[in-house]
């Protein structure tokens, strides 16, 4: 049964740091490109940061671009999402998802975490 586990949002004040983390199961992880979503409240679920199977490609939306970072251990079959220079306007649910093609439709999808910046 394939699980993606996200972890490691909450509160942080505007200007500071979060380590997200999604565990994944029940598929091979090095095959597939991993992805964080975001999506806040009244708006649709966005495109945060992409990153290949093996990490060699990786993509960012712009208005992400130089605060936040993604990388990826296969060997522990888990991807992350360092975020930095929060902004409140990086309020949302971060998902996890991942997909057979780097930079087409998932295929599996985490159940979010909540980051919310606020002071």
């Known amino acids: 049964q394939v699980h993606l586990a996200e972890s490691g949002g909450g509160l942080v004040q505007p200007g500071g740091s979060l380590r997200l983390s999604c565990v994944a199961s029940g598929f091979t992880f090095s095959t597939y490109a991993m992805s964080w979503y975001r999506q806040a409240p009244g708006k649709e679920r966005e495109l945060v940061a992409s990153?290949?199977?093996?990490?060699?490609?990786?993509k960012y939306a712009d208005s992400v671009k130089g605060r936040f970072t993604i990388s990826r251990d296969n060997a522990k079959k888990t991807v992350f999402l360092q975020i930095s220079s929060l902004k409140p306007e990086d309020t949302a649910v971060y998902y996890c998802?991942?997909?057979?093609?780097?930079?087409?439709?998932?295929?599996?999808w985490g159940q979010g975490t909540q980051v919310t910046v606020s002071s």
């Open positions: 990153i290949s199977n093996a990490g060699a490609s990786i």
């Open positions: 998802a991942a997909g057979i093609v780097y930079l087409w439709k998932p295929e599996y």
